[in-house]
């Protein structure tokens, strides 16, 4: 049994590691201070002796023994990270040195919930981990690409200053059960207006492309992550390389729901990248990991999940 810290546990990816991390028959705790997160995302493991959970802020220091930490406290959502930019670059930059800190106290293993975004708009595609990225310093975006950068380089800085044993996972669009209804991904958008009979808001043209991963997925790479050895830091992809356009992706659940919303097109965010899939060799050889789940079926279980939520 290892003792697991999971920073952002009540998030949407957060709320299913604690889950899946217990069921393995380890002991977690969940350290969050429910900007996005929600208790309701975690509330049926509290019977679960073996689950912990603190109200805390990442931004301040946090110590504690633990065998392991995945680092995943960060609004993930444009809306939400855009909302207090300051708050959101402290969290990613004060949060990974907190954080850092204590695995290098404790000789824990760390794991940062890094991001496609640390590509920014990019001009190479599909994108690999050699690639630098293309990412606008000051834009609307930069508070979250620009922090999840530094906190990247303080993970590798950590190594090598001090050989605290990282790893750093760059996460895909990932989608599933626990998104919030109002978190404003545009997976959980199109689900709960399409449900609710409202326009689905297309920005933009709708042909830029994203990448969508399952859930479960997800949380297979990032366990196999951190149980490789200890050269093995990454960075690396993990992210489904299906490509859709937004468009497809609106007219898809549009179908799947039976709904009878209409697609309207609204202003395109600036900045926001025009394509994204990742390249995952990397993650194919050094892992032995690949996704599974193809979107129909993902999006099949996430629309049961609203279904639930929006009929209750
Ligand atoms: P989420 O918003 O559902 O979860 C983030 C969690 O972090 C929430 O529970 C929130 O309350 C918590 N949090 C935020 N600021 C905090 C702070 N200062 N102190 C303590 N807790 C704080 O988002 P998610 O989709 O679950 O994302 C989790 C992590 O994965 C994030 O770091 C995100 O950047 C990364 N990621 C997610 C995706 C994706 O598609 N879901 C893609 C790339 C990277
Ligand atoms: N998007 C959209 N309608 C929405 C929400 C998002 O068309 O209601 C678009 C958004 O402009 C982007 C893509 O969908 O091009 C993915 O957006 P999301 O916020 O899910 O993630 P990210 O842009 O960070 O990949």
Redesign the pocket.
């Known amino acids: 049994m290892k003792r697991i810290l999971i920073?952002?546990?009540?998030?949407?990816?957060?709320s299913h590691l604690c889950e899946k991390l217990l069921n393995e028959g380890n002991e977690v705790i969940s350290?969050?201070?429910?900007?996005?997160?929600s208790k309701k995302n975690i509330v049926h493991l509290f019977e679960n002796p073996y689950f912990e959970v603190v109200r805390?802020?990442?931004?301040m220091p946090f110590f504690i023994e633990v065998d392991e930490i995945y680092n995943?406290?960060?609004?993930?959502?444009p809306v939400?990270y855009q909302y207090n930019a300051i708050?959101t670059v402290?969290?990613s930059v004060m949060?990974a040195i907190n954080m850092l800190g204590l695995a290098k106290r404790i000789k824990a293993k760390i794991l940062q919930?890094?991001?496609?975004?640390v590509y920014g708009d990019p001009q190479i595609h599909p994108q690999k981990e050699d690639y630098w990225g293309h990412v606008n310093p000051i834009g609307k975006r930069s508070c979250?690409d620009e922090g999840?950068r530094v906190a990247e380089t303080l993970f590798m800085n950590y190594y090598y200053q001090n050989n605290v044993r990282i790893k750093i996972a760059r996460?895909?669009?990932?989608?599933g059960p626990n998104?919030?209804p109002n978190?404003g991904?545009v997976v959980s958008n199109f689900i709960v207006q399409a449900l609710k009979g409202e326009d689905i808001t297309v920005y933009g043209d709708g042909l830029q492309t994203r990448s969508f991963q399952y859930i479960d997925d997800l949380l297979d790479g990032l366990i196999k992550l951190m149980a490789t050895g200890d050269d093995f830091l990454g960075p690396v992809n993990i992210g489904n390389p299906g490509e859709f356009s937004i468009l497809e992706l609106a007219e898809k659940v549009i179908e799947m729901t039976g709904s009878k919303s209409k697609i309207i097109f609204k202003h395109l965010p600036s900045d926001d990248p025009l394509q994204r899939k990742p390249d995952i060799s990397l993650a194919k050889k050094s892992l032995n990991w690949e996704p599974v789940i193809p979107l129909e079926d993902g999006l099949k279980k996430t629309i049961s999940y609203f279904n639930n939520l929006v009929g209750s």
Request: aromatic fraction near 14%.
């Open positions: 920073t952002g546990g009540s998030g949407f990816i957060g350290l969050d201070n429910y900007f996005t997160g805390h802020d990442v931004t995943l406290a960060c609004p993930a959502s939400h708050k402290k969290t949060g919930a890094s991001t496609s975004e979250y999840k996460i895909f669009n990932t989608y998104m919030h978190d991904r």
